[in-house]
């Protein structure tokens, strides 16, 4: 049964994203690019070129994505190569992220989610192809490219939606095990020995603290509308890090808890959506980006209200970013594809019984 409303979802967090870019980046923006409307401009161009992703993915033919799946995934990792290249890339606070193209750069990192994702659905949906070996050898080398940025917080999130895929392809339950354990321990190694990683475990930290404020300030109703007082420089990172703590902070709990919710309905639909798919590779990637949108907006959330260290990890359609938004919404458009084959299904089931019920009641004679 197709899931009616998906689409709607969508676009209210969407919207959600831009009015809140819109009305809290201001000083943000006028300190730190001169134009008190450079966030929300460049979020509305992506935001457009996000749309028409999310449209042509609802018309491609699934299979074509399947077919070409191995040279996206590889290309994906030929960028993280090519961004460690130092004339390619910007080198911004320690990290290299970002590939400079002139006019725009672009985070291979966040590409690589959906291309991963896509990947692996194919490899895993083949049950000769279903084993640990292959998940440690086709995974180990763009999460090693990624920690080698460093983005450490990108490169866990790619790995739990990944392992995901491969439990819930079918995968063997002991490797698994065996592989999250030893995952566990290199991420502990790498914290250990990393001092502005463990700075990160400081909720006391200005950037956390701030974030702490805004969001118990906001208290049940929220401040009102436009009305926050953490956006005008107190809170670093407005537009990506910190717009769910603004969004707290000008509309409360209710206004919070109404996100959360709408995710919650997003979610629950990609689920119902790849219970009804027709094959194996179009149900894995179809929960995987449904994972996706739950592990990162968990990770945002969490790191607002100081549950877990800050990573960086934009909220899912309402953060700013061209990269993350194109692509998350190029996903949600393949599963909305998945949504329309599932309706084209049923009617055409429905359409063939109806004229075999005529053909048994109305018999054709050819002699009497």
Same mark, same amino acid.
């Given at each position: 049964?197709?899931? /009616?409303? !998906?689409?709607?979802?969508?676009?209210?967090?969407?919207?959600?994203?831009?009015?809140?870019?819109?009305?809290?980046?201001?000083?943000?923006?006028?300190?730190?690019? &001169?134009?008190?409307?450079?966030? +929300?401009?460049?979020?509305?161009?992506?935001?457009?070129?996000? =749309?028409?992703?999310? !449209?042509?993915?609802?018309?491609?033919?699934?299979?074509?994505?399947?077919?070409?799946?191995?040279?996206?995934?590889?290309?994906?990792?030929?960028?993280?190569?090519?961004?460690?290249?130092?004339?390619?890339?910007?080198?911004?606070?320690?990290?290299?992220?970002?590939?400079? =193209?002139?006019?725009?750069?672009?985070?291979?990192?966040?590409?690589?989610?959906?291309?991963?994702?896509?990947?692996?659905?194919?490899?895993?949906?083949?049950?000769?192809?279903?084993?640990? /070996?292959?998940?440690?050898?086709?995974?180990?080398?763009?999460?090693?490219?990624?920690? =080698?940025?460093?983005?450490?917080?990108?490169? +866990?999130?790619?790995?739990?939606?990944?392992?995901?895929?491969?439990?819930?392809?079918?995968?063997?339950?002991?490797?698994?095990?065996?592989?999250?354990?030893?995952?566990?321990?290199?991420?502990?190694?790498?914290?250990?020995?990393?001092?502005?990683?463990?700075?990160?475990?400081?909720?006391?930290?200005?950037?956390?603290?701030?974030?702490?404020?805004?969001?118990?300030?906001?208290?049940?109703?929220?401040?009102?509308?436009?009305?926050?007082?953490?956006?005008?420089?107190?809170?670093? /990172?407005?537009?990506?890090?910190?717009?769910?703590?603004?969004?707290?902070?000008?509309?409360?709990?209710? &206004?919070?808890?109404?996100?959360?919710?709408?995710?919650?309905?997003?979610?629950? /639909?990609?689920?119902?959506?790849?219970?009804?798919?027709?094959?194996? !590779?179009?149900?894995?990637?179809?929960?995987?980006? &449904?994972?996706?949108?739950?592990?990162?907006? +968990?990770?945002?959330?969490?790191?607002?209200?100081?549950?877990?260290?800050?990573?960086?990890?934009?909220?899912?359609?309402?953060?700013?970013?061209?990269?993350?938004?194109?692509?998350?919404? !190029?996903?949600?458009?393949?599963?909305?594809?998945?949504?329309?084959?599932?309706?084209?299904?049923?009617?055409?089931?429905?359409?063939?019984?109806?004229?075999?019920?005529?053909?048994?009641?109305?018999?054709?004679?050819?002699?009497?």
């Amino acid at each position: 049964m197709r899931q /009616k409303g !998906f689409g709607l979802i969508v676009f209210i967090l969407l919207t959600i994203g831009l009015i809140f870019i819109a009305i809290s980046s201001i000083s943000e923006a006028a300190y730190t690019a &001169g134009n008190k409307l450079y966030f +929300i401009q460049k979020q509305l161009i992506w935001s457009i070129l996000g =749309l028409s992703a999310y !449209f042509i993915a609802t018309k491609l033919q699934l299979n074509i994505i399947k077919k070409y799946a191995n040279i996206f995934y590889y290309f994906t990792v030929l960028l993280l190569v090519i961004l460690l290249i130092p004339n390619f890339s910007n080198l911004t606070l320690g990290a290299r992220r970002w590939l400079d =193209l002139g006019i725009i750069g672009i985070q291979p990192s966040e590409i690589l989610k959906l291309s991963a994702i896509i990947f692996f659905s194919k490899l895993f949906s083949d049950s000769s192809k279903l084993n640990i /070996k292959q998940l440690i050898i086709y995974l180990g080398i763009p999460i090693s490219l990624i920690i =080698l940025e460093p983005n450490m917080s990108t490169a +866990i999130l790619i790995s739990a939606v990944i392992i995901t895929n491969y439990y819930l392809a079918g995968g063997e339950i002991l490797s698994l095990f065996l592989l999250c354990a030893a995952g566990v321990g290199f991420g502990a190694t790498l914290i250990s020995t990393s001092p502005y990683r463990k700075a990160r475990f400081d909720t006391t930290s200005y950037h956390s603290s701030q974030m702490v404020i805004a969001v118990t300030s906001g208290h049940i109703f929220g401040k009102g509308f436009a009305n926050s007082d953490q956006k005008y420089r107190y809170l670093p /990172k407005i537009s990506t890090d910190s717009i769910l703590a603004v969004i707290s902070e000008e509309t409360g709990f209710v &206004g919070t808890t109404a996100i959360i919710g709408l995710y919650t309905i997003l979610i629950l /639909k990609i689920i119902k959506i790849s219970q009804t798919a027709k094959d194996q !590779f179009q149900k894995l990637f179809t929960i995987s980006i &449904g994972c996706w949108i739950a592990f990162q907006s +968990i990770i945002n959330i969490g790191a607002v209200v100081s549950l877990i260290p800050l990573t960086g990890v934009p909220l899912p359609l309402i953060s700013y970013g061209g990269s993350s938004l194109i692509t998350i919404l !190029f996903g949600l458009g393949l599963i909305e594809n998945v949504n329309h084959q599932t309706t084209n299904l049923i009617y055409s089931t429905n359409r063939e019984k109806q004229q075999n019920n005529h053909y048994h009641r109305h018999p054709s004679h050819t002699s009497h």
